[in-house]
């Protein structure tokens, strides 16, 4: 993943230590694929001779040819072009999984000024919706009990195609496939985000009240610069009708810290909004120029160690909430899905609850996928521990 940081290295370093596979078997084919391929291109092949090939993640489903080729002596691939629409159906695991992820649509139309994905993934596509219910059907039959559908803005699902159901009608049909218990999707774009689609959470049996929706920043002068769509009152309010609608909806979100021309006064309504919303989960990051995008060109001004403050206080602040809102939850009894035995403690079983809590619990045993409900007794920083109701 390029979206953060600096993954070139990694790929560099790992490639290193697959050379030595060479040396023992010279039938040993080498290639990288994902954003880092989308973003070096053939460079990458220049820089690194054992490198056989080089694929971006809009021709991952030519793997097969691209391996067919090398076998017959080809050498050097490199493909990362986009073809329209999104690749043909990939091929499912055959093991069963409890929880399966489903992509329905790639690429993404915003430019938000400091995001790279819309160079590496290119513009938006979607897949048609008879493919992605087959799909959740076929992985229903063969066990599986939740799905995470994904998309790097789920909430313009089939956009750009004429005549397809919109994101709210494809859950609703979801909804309705036999055997499946939970759906859930990520991730989510305040600016798309419909008043069907809050809807939605009302009416759906088996929608988890889960949402992630990232506000990036709390400052309004800061959201403009990041070319958001939205201000942070109109954040604000999209938090509220989704509580109005689930009052127990669990939210989550991603902010930034650091960005260029952030001031003390921006952070300081980055940390109210935190304070004020009560994420049930926050992933902070520390900004960082990506190669290409509109916000590289700026002058990167915030300091590592002011960054590096901001960070720390917006994740103390939320380790405080997040154990706050787990402590709110000890007496209730929670739907959990069981996923197999506590790590910790293996007399223990381990399940999530519809808002992706983690529960350990005793007194009993519990199938894994079913579901069981828990009374809940301690509500701990990173998990919630009680037991089985039956
Ligand atoms: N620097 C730091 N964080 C970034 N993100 C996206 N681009 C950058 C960047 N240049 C974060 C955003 C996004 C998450 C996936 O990664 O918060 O929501
Ligand atoms: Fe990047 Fe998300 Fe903005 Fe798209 S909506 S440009 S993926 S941050």
Known sequence: ???????????????????????????????????????????????????DFVLGPGMIHHLPEVLRDMEGGRKGICAVGFENGCPAHLPVPHTPRLRAYVTIMQGCDNFCSYCIVPSVRGRERSRPSSEILAEIDALVRRGTKEVILLGQNVNSYAKHNPGELTFPRLLA??????????????????????KELIEAFGTLEHLCEHFHLPFQAGSNAV???????????????????????????????????GFPGEVDDDFRQTLELVQEV?????????????????????QDDCAPEVKQQRLAALQELQRETTLKKNKRL????????????????????MGRTGCNRIVNFSGGTARVGELVMVKIDDGLQNSLRGELRR
């Not at 070319?227 to 930034?256: F, H, K, W």
């Not at 000890?330 to 079983?349: A, D, K």
């Open 173 to 194: 049909k979801i909804d309705e496939i036999p055997g499946l218990e939970r759906v859930r999707f990520t991730t989510s774009h305040p600016k798309d985000l419909t």
């Open 330 to 349: 000890e007496g209730t009894v929670q739907e959990v899905l069981v996923e197999g035995s506590s790590r910790n403690s293996p007399r223990m079983m």
């Open 1 to 51: 993943c390029t979206v953060r940081e600096k993954p070139e290295q990694k790929a560099y370093s790992i490639v290193g230590r697959y050379q030595q596979l060479k040396e023992h078997n010279p039938d040993a084919i080498i290639g990288i694929t994902g954003c880092v391929a989308q973003q070096r291109g053939e460079e990458l092949l220049a820089r690194m001779p054992t490198l």
């Open 223 to 257: 959201l403009e610069r990041m070319n958001r769509g939205y201000t942070r009152e109109q954040y604000l309010t999209q938090i509220r009708r989704l509580r109005e609608v689930a009052p127990q909806i669990s939210i989550t979100a991603d902010v930034m810290v």
């Open 278 to 298: 009560e994420f049930d989960g926050l992933f902070s990051f520390k900004y960082s120029p990506r190669q290409g995008t509109r916000s590289a060109q700026w």
